[in-house]
């Protein structure tokens, strides 16, 4: 398995609700392979390296479903849009492996010598980043349970301080992904590589949701009350305090295992490339001309569903859909992501790959658009949302997600067929990155947008002598406000005086529309007509001089 080979998107159901959709660049080739080798014939070697791998992945889906995830939605009580844009900040790491996998690749020690007790543990290329990484993130997770429900409450001052500590979570979540996904090579054996990808979307998919939908439903007073006690009561099951020590302490004693009692498998035999000629590669590969007009796609393709993804989930909480049923309908969501990213494969292949592509594209742009609708249907507070739009919610979430997952697969089998096979591995990141990278970089200038389209200003509290205090303005209407309301600091200035916030225009509908405007255009001028020019290439027009190759 190559570095980056899961994409981490946000859609209501992926991101702004928080899911993660994760499957392999290689899944075509992967598919093959699992079909000559079933799982019950595999060795208890490969069976023991695939179940590592899973617990591998899932430890790396708590800190990402905690960021693209839960904590969007734990800091929306506290927080504007525009904080949490900058929140998101944090997750670009993930988007940006890129830049430091050839050092992780290559540098690394085969033992280490414990100072005093004068005993030797032996390491290797992977463990000498996983051992370390994973028990910072163990210790960090564990220190951060003991101050996180303070910060988060007082989150319109901590806003710095959280990004920062969920980057510095990330950046080690990412650094771990590249020391696993290169492990996974050497963990299971050549005939049964291909469900290292397999391993790793169940993995990340399983601490996701753990992250995000089982969290959500233990966070929630409501739904403990409601599905889980005998009793009621007015605390939740699981904290957030609670949950990050319970991580923290999977994080370190897994890794302690991985330490003294997991061997790492010897790769003398693997013929390796230098740092810096890893760089030099990666360079070479974007000079090519075709390789310059796909990352031009990949940088502006997502564009026109970036508000739908980053928002349409937290307007859906605003407008009083409990965070609980949103996390239910994720949760619904993803047999049909496994079943869906099957499928999907087998449409993307030969000369024709980017077709599936192409049409979820137009999909997910009309998907983009519905949501709109949906969301201006639904009952206000107090009218309690009925059962047959709750199917509704979760019938888009699902058609939502499938489109988004014949995307990603389709571009990732697309990716496989591209790539040259002597670099696959320098190949498949980059491209990988791009993609990624194409789905982080606006999320924050979108969430700024949506506040700063939104007008809402803070009403008069009931009872107040209109007449009067418009005279001590020196107003000439009689209409009263008290101030802006769209940020919180607003909104905790309206509510001090007893005001009620009244929106006269909500900032989502005008940051969608133009985000699905500029997806149109781009797809139909841009998009469409390159991508079916680029599938048409022979993939010897992708390959880099042979010079380049040799190492």
Request: with cysteine.
């Amino acid at each position: 398995m190559k570095h980056d080979q899961e994409e981490v998107t946000l859609r209501p159901a992926d991101a702004a609700t928080g899911k993660v959709v994760s499957a392999s660049s290689s899944v075509s080739d992967a598919s093959e392979e699992e079909s000559s080798s079933s799982f019950q014939a595999m060795s208890r070697g490969d069976k023991q390296g695939f179940l590592l791998l899973v617990l591998l992945y899932t430890l790396q889906g708590v800190p990402i479903g905690l960021a693209f995830g839960t904590m969007p939605f734990l800091l929306r009580s506290h927080v504007g849009y525009a904080e949490i844009g900058t929140f998101m900040l944090s997750t670009y790491p993930y988007s940006l492996k890129l830049l430091w996998s050839p050092i992780v690749d290559s540098l690394f020690v085969k033992e280490w010598r414990v100072p005093l007790l004068g005993y030797t543990l032996s390491l290797g290329r992977r463990k000498s980043w996983v051992v370390p990484v994973q028990l910072l993130v163990g210790i960090t997770l564990f220190v951060l349970s003991y101050f996180v429900d303070s910060i988060v409450t007082r989150s319109v001052d901590n806003i710095y301080l959280i990004t920062l500590i969920f980057f510095v979570l990330i950046f080690m979540a990412a650094t771990q992904d590249i020391a696993v996904d290169g492990w996974a090579l050497t963990l299971l054996s050549d005939e049964n590589v291909g469900y290292a990808s397999t391993a790793q979307t169940v993995g990340i998919n399983i601490g996701y949701f753990m992250s995000f939908t089982v969290f959500l439903a233990l966070n929630s007073v409501e739904t403990c009350n409601k599905y889980l006690r005998f009793q009621h009561k007015n605390t939740p099951i699981l904290s957030l305090s609670g949950y990050l020590q319970i991580c923290g302490a999977c994080f370190i004693l897994l890794t302690l295992w991985l330490l003294f009692f997991q061997p790492e498998k010897s790769e003398e035999d693997e013929e390796e490339m230098g740092l810096m000629e890893v760089y030099n590669v990666i360079w070479r590969i974007c000079k090519l001309k075709h390789v310059q007009q796909l990352i031009i796609i990949h940088m502006i393709c997502k564009l026109g569903f970036q508000a739908f993804d980053a928002v349409h989930g937290l307007k859906l909480v605003e407008h009083g859909l409990g965070k609980e049923d949103l996390a239910f309908a994720v949760l619904i969501d993803f047999p049909f992501q496994i079943v869906f990213g099957y499928l999907a494969a087998s449409w993307s292949k030969g000369n024709h790959a980017l077709e599936p592509w192409l049409k979820a594209f137009v999909f997910r742009l009309l998907f983009a658009a519905a949501s709109m609708g949906i969301l201006a249907g639904m009952p206000t507070p107090p009218n309690s949302i009925s059962s047959s739009y709750f199917m509704l919610i979760i019938a888009s979430t699902v058609l939502s997600s499938f489109a988004g997952t014949v995307q990603f697969v389709g571009i990732s089998a697309f990716h496989t067929h591209i790539a040259d096979p002597v670099i696959g591995g320098t190949y498949m990141t980059l491209l990988n990155t791009v993609s990624n990278l194409g789905g982080t970089w606006p999320r924050y200038f979108v969430l700024k947008m949506v506040d700063f389209f939104t007008i809402s200003q803070c009403a008069a509290p009931p009872g107040i002598n209109m007449k009067k205090v418009t005279t001590m303005l020196g107003r000439a209407n009689a209409t009263l406000s008290l101030g802006e309301c769209a940020t919180e600091a607003g909104k905790q200035r309206c509510h001090a005086q007893g005001g009620v916030c009244h929106i006269a225009q909500d900032g989502y509908y005008w940051t969608n529309t133009i985000c699905v405007t500029i997806g149109a255009l781009t797809f139909f001028f841009f998009i469409y007509p390159v991508s079916r020019r680029l599938q048409k290439l022979a993939p010897s027009t992708w390959r880099i001089a042979a010079h380049a190759h040799s190492h």
